[in-house]
């Protein structure tokens, strides 16, 4: 099973601190080839929205929920683990608010921005804001949070008596270390050999997340910023798009909502956290 999302983020929500007159670009033309190419090859995926990008751009939200699955990606892509449970209780209940307001869809889905979910009590505030599905653990130590669960696979998660299902991002081993290669910045690092050879060794469930930003080749350089960071933010721009469109030609992919739907949900393991 190979499942395709997106998060719908401006460029810039990487970076700390970035002044605002350097937030004048967006991503909008990027996601508009992006849904171009999806409706070009008849691809299925689910999008996880950003509140405050959604505000922004009403219509671009509005038509997006008409034709595909959606889902939160919170409210400013603030990390999860730099708010107090309050704060992140009212993060996700207005994410969902702003995005059922303009598309007039229930939003049952949530991926915390940059899988940054570390405290397992945080999964009570996501419950309670009626997400049925989340997509924000991660089997790896990663940049923004170390890692919630043991194994890249489709799973229910238990806490405290209260259960949610979980689709987290796609990992494989690489000389008896546990790496990410179906998202964003490995993406548009490993080759397309590469990508493909995991995809084929995981038949059984991947799952890629992407940017628009990791297609956009005219997104602002900040220039204060590192080497590392820059060379995160662009390696594999130019390469990305010929990549995904040739990814998508050779396998077939569905989104979270349909893959829900063919899953035995009695034969699925449940992880207590």
């Given at each position: 099973?190979?499942?395709?999302?997106?998060?719908?983020?401006?460029?810039?929500?990487?970076?700390?601190?970035?002044?605002?007159?350097?937030?004048?670009?967006?991503?909008?033309?990027?996601?508009?080839?992006?849904?171009?190419?999806?409706?070009?090859?008849?691809?299925?995926?689910?999008?996880?929205?950003?509140?405050?990008?959604?505000?922004?751009?009403?219509?671009?939200?509005?038509?997006?929920?008409?034709?595909?699955?959606?889902?939160?990606?919170?409210?400013?892509?603030?990390?999860?683990?730099?708010?107090?449970?309050?704060?992140?209780?009212?993060?996700?209940?207005?994410?969902?608010?702003?995005?059922?307001?303009?598309?007039?869809?229930?939003?049952?889905?949530?991926?915390?921005?940059?899988?940054?979910?570390?405290?397992?009590?945080?999964?009570?505030?996501?419950?309670?804001?009626?997400?049925?599905?989340?997509?924000?653990?991660?089997?790896?130590?990663?940049?923004?949070?170390?890692?919630?669960?043991?194994?890249?696979?489709?799973?229910?998660?238990?806490?405290?008596?209260?259960?949610?299902?979980?689709?987290?991002?796609?990992?494989?081993?690489?000389?008896?270390?546990?790496?990410?290669?179906?998202?964003?910045?490995?993406?548009?690092?490993?080759?397309?050999?590469?990508?493909?050879?995991?995809?084929?060794?995981?038949?059984?469930?991947?799952?890629?997340?992407?940017?628009?930003?990791?297609?956009?080749?005219?997104?602002?350089?900040?220039?204060?910023?590192?080497?590392?960071?820059?060379?995160?933010?662009?390696?594999?721009?130019?390469t990305a798009e010929k990549k995904l469109i040739r990814m998508l030609s050779e396998f077939g992919f569905t989104d979270i909502v349909t893959a829900e739907k063919v899953i035995d949900w009695s034969n699925i393991p449940i992880v207590q956290l």
């Open positions: 099973m190979n499942i395709l999302t997106f998060d719908i983020e401006e460029w810039y929500c990487i970076f700390i601190n970035i002044a605002e007159e350097k937030k004048t670009y967006s991503i909008k033309d990027s996601l508009l080839k992006l849904l171009n190419i999806m409706e070009v090859h008849n691809i299925k995926p689910t999008f996880f929205i950003l509140a405050s990008f959604a505000k922004k751009n009403p219509q671009i939200i509005y038509d997006i929920a008409q034709k595909y699955d959606i889902g939160s990606h919170g409210l400013n892509h603030d990390l999860v683990e730099s708010m107090s449970y309050k704060d992140f209780q009212n993060d996700i209940a207005e994410s969902i608010r702003i995005l059922e307001d303009i598309t007039g869809k229930k939003v049952t889905k949530y991926r915390a921005p940059g899988f940054s979910i570390s405290n397992k009590e945080y999964f009570k505030a996501i419950v309670d804001s009626g997400i049925e599905t989340d997509c924000s653990l991660s089997a790896i130590n990663h940049f923004y949070g170390n890692k919630m669960i043991d194994k890249s696979q489709i799973c229910i998660i238990e806490y405290n008596g209260i259960k949610i299902k979980e689709f987290p991002p796609s990992i494989f081993n690489f000389l008896g270390k546990d790496l990410g290669f179906l998202g964003g910045g490995y993406f548009r690092l490993f080759p397309y050999r590469m990508l493909k050879y995991c995809m084929n060794k995981h038949r059984d469930y991947n799952l890629i997340y992407l940017h628009p930003s990791d297609f956009d080749v005219n997104q602002p350089m900040i220039s204060e910023y590192s080497f590392l960071e820059k060379f995160k933010r662009r390696v594999g721009v130019q």
